[in-house]
């Protein structure tokens, strides 16, 4: 798989994450832990975007 196409998986997840979190605190009896655990696993997503995106600049300006 190549790197654009990780990153468009990748892209897909943290969206689909940032809506299931959003759904999660539109109910009154939202886990808190499981809406931190979602937060925190999209976060992690972000950052590994992030950094294939700055390891794919990279490579592309060798």
Do not use: G, N, P
């Amino acid at each position: 798989m190549s790197i654009e196409a990780r990153i468009r998986e990748l892209d897909a997840r943290h969206t689909r994450l940032d809506s299931e979190i959003e759904d999660l605190k539109k109910h009154a009896s939202a886990d808190s832990l499981e809406v931190a655990r979602l937060k925190k696993e999209k976060l992690r997503i972000k950052e590994q975007v992030e950094s294939m995106r700055m390891s794919a600049q990279t490579e592309f300006a060798e």
